[in-house]
């Protein structure tokens, strides 16, 4: 997917990663109002705008994660 296709999920909290990034994931934390990228269990990093970079952008390998929640389930 593309960018513009998982901006929605991103905004409602649902994380979203690129295949490029291996475990890398990044989601919006509402209460915080920041959005916050996962590293790995023992690195996150908050940051008040969305710091992409122009591969990112452009990129075409997005994908929506859904925690562990009820949609995840539907799309299995």
Known sequence: MKLSEVLDALMEGKP?????????YMYYDKDEE????HYSDDCELMCWGLDLEPGDVIADDW????WDTEDSKEEV
Do not use: G
């Open 34 to 37: 920041v959005f916050v990228y």
């Open 63 to 66: 994908d929506i994660d859904y």
């Open 16 to 24: 979203i990663t690129r295949a490029a990034w291996e475990k890398k």
